[in-house]
């Protein structure tokens, strides 16, 4: 990617090392901190599934989770690599969930501070892993996790399902969720659910699940997994995508991105899903098991990556109007650089990329114009058009956070210290050597295919000023 921005970016790069700061930069460096400051990314998901029982009378209610790595207190290791596995840091969790029978009252509350002492116990799972890492800046990262799930067979009725997360060697573990729910039979129901998959395994007979709660990957596609209740052959059933908003509690369907006519290909008959029962910290599995009392379900790749980063509703209906199969989502870009989280800071940090008179002219206007402008500036400039995620423009800004995060002193904000700037244009060295001298500074060397960037340090607080490319 560091070749990608240099040969698409490279000639468009102007007076990367040397500028003053104005005191409008210094109002936008403070932005910057504030909004990094401000921007709390989800780090763990949890999402409830209602599977087909093993038996006609009962329904899988399971529990399903991932963890990212940064959210998770790692401690170092002192156990020896084995089999090629790094495990210089590990983090050890437990999750516990308890299931009382429960009425309607409870039903009808919504707070979460529900009282279960004077509930029967209608049953209990228990799950436990470790997450391994062998690197510090693997144990901060947020697109690693750690999954898993839990569940048990339940007769119809109303229950009350308490989940307890245990991190770490911390004591009591606490409260993640509790909730008051009403299972129906599977075959009586008149809406089937939706699991969301990644990916689809080579024969056909697993699905991996997203394990991010109502939530997908932006810029990527998916699966859909859809129930379809009093499904007949002589029917025809039609799923749809449509962006959805949501203001003041209400929800409205707005644009139509994707539609699809379901045929036989589509379909899996015979099957009970359910979730696979060994351990594996790396994927949540649904098993498409066949079964002779099974249902018939729609299996359909979600074409996600054409999308923008929103929420939407997927809905089936059989003949054109009926209703059988819904669920919403919300595509979520996991890892977006935070400078893309407001505009005016996004459009400021292209003064690395574009002359002054560009940046004025991207900067003019209405935020609906700017926004117009700054969407078409890197249109231009996508590796990949026929999709909404833009390879460069993701890179470019995610150098800027890093430059941020690692070069910023009491003295100067990272993006405008020198090693920040070489770092944004160029991306990370192919190899860093630092010297000492007896006579001098401490002194830094980037070197990269064709040149190198020397920089000297100018106090003892990581500040470091380029003398030699």
Not at 113 to 120: A, K, R
Request: with cysteine.
């Amino acid at each position: 990617m560091k070749q990608t921005i240099y040969s698409i970016a490279g000639a468009l790069l102007f007076g990367l090392l040397f500028g003053s700061a104005s005191e409008l930069r210094a109002q936008q460096n403070l932005k910057y901190q504030q909004l990094s400051f401000a921007d709390q990314r989800p780090s763990q998901f949890f999402d409830f599934l209602i599977l087909p029982g093993q038996a006609d009378e009962t329904v899988a209610l399971a529990s399903v989770y991932s963890f990212s790595y940064s959210s998770m207190p790692f401690k170092k290791s002192n156990e020896s690599q084995s089999s090629g596995k790094k495990r210089a840091f590990f983090s050890p969790v437990t999750m516990n969930m308890e299931v009382f029978s429960s009425n309607e009252s409870l039903l009808k509350r919504k707070d979460p501070d529900i009282s279960v002492e004077q509930l029967d116990p209608a049953g209990r799972a228990f799950w436990e892993d470790t997450a391994y890492a062998g690197t510090y800046e693997e144990t901060q990262s947020e697109l690693t996790f750690l999954y898993g799930h839990l569940g048990m067979e339940l007769k119809p009725g109303i229950y009350t399902y308490v989940l307890q997360l245990k991190r770490g060697d911390r004591g009591d573990p606490r409260t993640s969720q509790t909730r008051t729910i009403r299972i129906k039979p599977y075959s009586e129901m008149t809406i089937g659910n939706v699991y969301l998959g990644e990916k689809l395994s080579s024969d056909g007979s697993q699905l991996q699940l997203i394990s991010m709660g109502d939530n997908v990957k932006y810029g990527s596609d998916f699966y859909a997994l859809a129930y379809l209740p009093g499904y007949t052959e002589e029917a025809s059933y039609s799923l749809d995508v449509n962006a959805i908003s949501t203001s003041r509690g209400d929800t409205s369907v707005t644009d139509q991105l994707y539609s699809q006519e379901l045929g036989t290909d589509d379909l899996r008959r015979g099957i009970k899903p359910c979730l696979n029962s060994g351990r594996n910290s790396k994927a949540n599995m649904l098993q498409l098991s066949p079964d002779p009392d099974g249902f018939t379900y729609a299996l359909v790749k979600i074409p996600n990556s054409r999308f923008p980063n929103t929420s939407y509703r997927i809905t089936i209906r059989e003949n054109d109007r009926k209703t059988v199969s819904s669920t919403t989502y919300q595509s979520k870009w996991l890892d977006m650089p935070r400078s893309l989280l407001s505009l005016d800071i996004a459009t400021e940090m292209l003064r690395y990329m574009v002359n002054d008179q560009t940046l004025d002219r991207l900067s003019e206007g209405s935020k609906e114009e700017r926004e117009r402008k700054f969407r078409a500036f890197w249109k231009e400039r996508d590796p990949t058009p026929d999709t909404e995620y833009n390879e460069l423009m993701a890179e470019y800004y995610r150098r800027i956070d890093y430059a941020y995060r690692h070069f910023t002193t009491n003295n100067i904000i990272g993006y405008e210290s020198d090693q920040g700037k070489v770092y944004i244009k160029y991306g990370p060295p192919n190899n860093i050597e630092r010297k000492f001298p007896i006579d001098g500074s401490p002194v830094e060397i980037w070197s990269y295919p064709n040149r190198e960037f020397v920089f000297r340090a100018t106090s003892g607080f990581g500040d470091f000023k380029l003398v030699s490319q």
